[in-house]
């Protein structure tokens, strides 16, 4: 079988930067244990599969597509740089020719149109809760004796998303994030639970004037992932809860990994949020399975 395969980096404009992801198109069903062993080959922290959703779709011309993630280990419930880099190699390298897309996925359908130079997509929009539980705020915290001697300002979960937010004081800058030293393999034994499946650190930013209005580092070490370098599901959770701690709809963030990347966020009164970025597609080519 031969598969048409592409490298996108997520969320930047510039090659070997943002967040690349594995995309393939199907023209055909594959075998269910096809798409976990062609994401371990991959080895991205995301593969994408786009499938035809009837006979006589068109990746030119359809509006509509399925779409499922699969990092290394795991399918995953939503990934937003894979959904980015999906939309780009359809509109970009398929030259679709429609306005908006459409996704059918595990966290329902998702669009994505095409602005200027950025590709916005629509998203859920997760809230992360305080915690009333101490022996759940306890237990939690084991997780983030990566920080060590750190001042912790807040720490809220997502259960929708399983996502643990922590924010690290409001004193340290973007630098005090992106030189901590983070061993995500020890989260794997600090917590067994199944209710945590990624850890987000996250540092308010300069929100005056036209710098970043928050800083974020993600881990998935549960899902085969130490470091994500850029995560759009992750800001699904980041979007509603500095929203309303900063009191703006319209928000520009940072996610401070190795390669970094940029993303562009809407909050909107429907409980969802738009969020847009970049592109760079790096490599074309042909999978033989």
């Not at 499922?68 to 999906?86: D, I, K, M, Q």
Request: aromatic share 8%; hydrophobic share 40%; with cysteine.
């Amino acid at each position: 079988m031969q598969i048409p395969i592409f490298t996108v980096d997520a969320f930047t404009n510039r090659p070997f930067s943002g967040n690349p992801a594995a995309v393939c198109l199907l023209e055909n069903d594959l075998d269910e244990d096809l798409h976990q062993k062609i994401a371990t080959e991959m080895n991205l922290s995301e593969t994408a599969f786009i499938r035809k959703l009837k006979p006589g779709d068109d990746f030119t011309k359809s509006s509509c597509f399925g779409l499922r993630w699969f990092t290394p280990a795991n399918e995953v419930p939503l990934c937003g740089h894979a959904t980015l880099a999906s939309a780009a190699v359809l509109f970009h390298v398929q030259k679709n020719t429609n306005s908006v897309l459409t996704f059918v996925t595990l966290s329902g359908e998702l669009k994505a149109r095409q602005v200027k130079d950025r590709i916005v997509l629509d998203l859920p929009l997760y809230t992360a809760y305080p915690q009333v539980s101490q022996n759940f705020i306890h237990d939690r915290l084991s997780m983030t004796a990566a920080v060590g001697d750190m001042i912790v300002q807040d720490v809220r979960y997502s259960p929708d998303t399983k996502k643990l937010l922590v924010r690290l004081s409001d004193t340290y800058e973007r630098s005090v994030l992106e030189d901590l030293k983070v061993s995500a393999q020890h989260f794997l034994s600090a917590e067994k639970t199944g209710k945590v499946k990624g850890l987000i650190l996250t540092v308010k930013g300069n929100s005056s004037g036209k710098g970043h209005d928050f800083y974020s580092r993600y881990f998935a070490p549960w899902y085969g992932v130490l470091e994500d370098p850029v995560t759009g599901s992750a800001h699904a959770v980041l979007s509603s809860y500095w929203s309303e701690q900063l009191g703006k709809k319209e928000m520009l963030a940072f996610q401070c990994s190795r390669r970094g990347g940029e993303l562009e966020i809407s909050v909107r009164t429907d409980g969802r949020v738009d969020i847009a970025g970049r592109t760079a597609v790096v490599l074309k080519g042909t999978l033989t399975c």
